[in-house]
């Protein structure tokens, strides 16, 4: 326990302290993607390989099907959160199986927002570029993949940024932290989070677009970040780490005690990251001195306001039209105020 409460320490928020589960021998610590040694990062892109070694359809093509077969559960709808939250926590623990030192790490793609396709992440040395000919990404850890779903035939990765060459901005870190301070309860952050999350699927397109997204590895990344969010908001407040509510997307009220499918346990199992089916935390970043692709980051973009996503992919990701403008609206405020604290618009 004395161990645990150490390793908590060099998690970002120290309150997190009365949430660790004395069965919880070993706090596993999600980083930074850039804030990772080389040699662990190489040991989590390696897992991840192996993961998709095999024939199809094998352990990896899995997470996409889930994902598609319970699209309508774990999108526009309450369990947004949690659900992703178990994915992670299932396909971590299949990456451990393989290599026990690995857990997932994270990547701020809000740091990133102002030029994404600038980031160190669309590099060689990690998860490659835009994708070439017929969409497929040709180089980086994933070069030239072979992923299943949905056609369940074996065809390349695919990325298409911004449906072109390039990626456009999407929402950055002033306005995401709008979305933490404005919620006081669950329903709001959820409803919030799950827009801006949009914008990085529908932006770098390809496989990561559709209800097929975990077929590109980014996608770990991003849930990774987005579940680091909900679980920052949680430690903001004693009432935040099991508020939830809200409805599903048949219209029904949701609660703690219903099934979270399709992995037998109730959707309040999963708040508490680290109780003992999660045990893990989130370290803050620090990008210093980590210069991955050659050319150096130094973190200092400026955030810019995202276009609004298309409607009729905000209806085919099962999401409310209204909502989604709503806090699209917020956060366009909050980077104009981010920009130009205290002083009008010029
Ligand atoms: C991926 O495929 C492209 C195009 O066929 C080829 O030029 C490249 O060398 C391949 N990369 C790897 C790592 O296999
Ligand atoms: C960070 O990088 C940008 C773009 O390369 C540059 O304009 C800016 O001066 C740099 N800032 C610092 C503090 O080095
Ligand atoms: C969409 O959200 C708005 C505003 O929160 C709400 O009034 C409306 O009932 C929602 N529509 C559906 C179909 O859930």
Request: hydrophobic fraction near 35%; charge should be negative.
């Amino acid at each position: 326990m004395k161990l645990s409460l150490a390793v908590v320490s060099l998690c970002a928020v120290a309150q997190l302290a009365n949430m660790v589960d004395a069965r919880c021998e070993n706090i596993r610590v999600r980083q930074e993607i850039r804030s990772m040694s080389p040699e662990s990062r190489q040991r989590f892109f390696n897992a991840i390989k192996l993961l998709n070694s095999g024939a199809h359809p094998n352990a990896h093509d899995k997470y996409a099907e889930l994902h598609i077969k319970h699209a309508t559960l774990a999108h526009g709808d309450a369990r947004f959160l949690p659900w992703h939250r178990q994915l992670l926590r299932e396909f971590e623990k299949d990456l451990q199986r393989i290599d026990p030192g690995v857990n997932v790490p994270y990547w701020d793609w809000a740091r990133d927002s102002a030029d994404p396709g600038a980031s160190p992440i669309f590099s060689s040395e990690m998860l490659g570029h835009n994708g070439g000919s017929g969409e497929c990404v040709v180089d980086g850890q994933f070069a030239n993949w072979s992923v299943y779903w949905p056609t369940q035939t074996p065809h390349c990765l695919t990325r298409k940024f911004d449906r072109g060459n390039s990626l456009k901005p999407w929402w950055g870190t002033n306005a995401i932290n709008h979305i933490k301070t404005a919620s006081s309860d669950y329903d709001a952050f959820r409803r919030g989070i799950e827009g801006p999350h949009g914008n990085v699927h529908f932006g770098i397109g390809g496989d990561f677009t559709p209800m097929w997204s975990p077929n590109d590895p980014i996608f770990w990344l991003h849930h990774s970040f987005v579940d680091k969010l909900w679980a920052d908001w949680q430690a903001e407040s004693g009432n935040n780490l099991y508020s939830y509510g809200g409805k599903h997307s048949d219209g029904t009220s949701a609660n703690l005690n219903e099934p979270l499918t399709p992995w037998g346990i109730k959707t309040g199992d999963a708040f508490n990251h680290l109780s003992d089916k999660y045990c893990y935390c989130y370290a803050p970043h620090s990008f210093t001195g980590d210069d991955i692709s050659g050319k150096s980051w130094n973190g200092t973009m400026v955030e810019v306001i995202p276009e609004p996503l298309p409607e009729w992919w905000i209806k085919q990701q099962n999401m409310n039209v209204t909502d989604v403008r709503m806090f699209e609206a917020d956060m366009a405020a909050a980077v104009r105020e981010g920009q130009n604290p205290k002083s009008p618009a010029h």
